[in-house]
């Protein structure tokens, strides 16, 4: 580490509870979604436009704070993230109809994207090799972590009477503890030259290997967030329990990113994402054609394909393109969430569809939401489908291209 004043622990500690203050925006967001929609009587298409404006918050945030961050640095990136948060959190609680719940939705998606936007290049300065690969998958695996605590806290708070947008004073417990963490606190400095410049960082982002791992990261994203955003609207008549199978796959995540470092050390990360889009598309094909029990099954193969996708997508970009810096995974990123928030309302839309079109065949009452919404996974199988096919591309692509890291260390 370049600078000895720099506490990397503390840091990384910081990161993982503001990670966890996106996880739960999510997972409660998730939760009270259907809610929301019979309360304020909306459409599946305007519940997905809330919805969107979290993912939307996010990139935007992520560009600028990545344009920024080597000038004004992570700490003031991150005291903006914990305005947006405690702001957006606030009138989110107290919102009462359509147009504050987009704008409490964005606020959170900004500080979210914030978050990222400082603590990934943070983690990929301060820690060398392989062990930045570990720390990076372990700093997300409080996403999925986050998640299947907040998933299990709302159903908790919703058993003892506490409801919708009350729930969300949950999330303030996370915030105010990672502003702690970080008060005061250093942050490292760039470990490659060329990325503490936007010359160099627009230099780097500039080659055919970026731009095919921005295409990847688009449906990367929309594998992950487009199931578990609606998992609770498309289960809630299959038998499963929604919140279970949300708080099941979250947990898998966690647990399989923990050993992350360990698992692109054996199969570096263009095999590691490989398989996961196989194992993606499994779980999402039963998804969409199981009930009961096997929603669960389901959940667990779905888990295992997506827990590597968003760590190992912004480190396959940390250690194949680092003269990106943190301007290229926040890009990275960016992107990611970008497509969420395109593909959220036309996935809401897609179920409005779906249930028309089986209402029009007769179906009614649970059949018919069990019935248009497996229908809308079948065709979420396309993403990690296509995946497949552009993993193996990249994995040839990189089978005998030594890290750029590597060859500086060397």
Known sequence: MENSKVNANRLFYGSCFALITTAFSFAIAAGILDQLKTELELTASQAGLIAS????????????????????????????????????IILLIYSGNYMLLLVANLLIGLGNGCTEAACNPMIADAYQGNR???????FHMWFPGGIAIGSLLSGFMTDFG????????????????????????????AKVQEAATIGGNLKGMATPLFVFIALCMSLTAISEFGPNQWVSLILAK????????????????????????DMVKRFDQTGVLLGSAILATIGIYLFSTQTGAMAYVAAIIFALG??????????L???????????????????????????QPII???????????????FTGDELE?????????????????????????????????????????
């Open 53 to 88: 404006m979290w993912f939307l918050g996010f990139p935007i945030s992520m560009v600028i704070g990545g344009l920024i961050y080597h000038k004004v640095g992570g700490k003031a990136i991150m005291q903006f993230a914990f305005f947006a948060h405690a702001v957006g």
């Open 132 to 138: 930045m690969s570990t720390m990076m998958n372990r």
């Open 162 to 189: 506490i409801m919708g947008q009350s729930q969300m004073w949950l999330l303030m417990i996370p915030t105010v503890i990672y502003a702690y963490l970080f008060f005061g606190q250093e942050w490292p400095k």
């Open 238 to 261: 299959s038998g499963a329990e929604p919140l279970l199978v949300l708080a099941l796959t979250a947990g898998l995540m966690a647990v399989a990113r923990y050993f992350g470092g």
């Open 306 to 315: 997506i827990a590597y996708f968003w760590p190992n997508m912004i480190g």
């Open 317 to 343: 970009v940390a250690t194949k393109v680092p003269k990106s810096g943190a301007l290229g995974m926040s890009i990275i990123g960016a992107i990611g969430m970008f497509s969420s928030s395109i593909f």
């Open 348 to 362: 809401g839309g897609w179920i409005d569809s779906d249930k028309a079109a089986a209402a029009a065949e007769g």
């Open 370 to 410: 069990l019935v248009s919404g497996q229908a809308t996974l079948g065709t979420m199988v396309l993403f990690p489908g296509i995946l497949i096919v552009l993993f193996t591309i990249l994995y040839f692509w990189m089978k005998n291209r030594k890290d750029d890291v590597e060859i500086a260390a060397a």
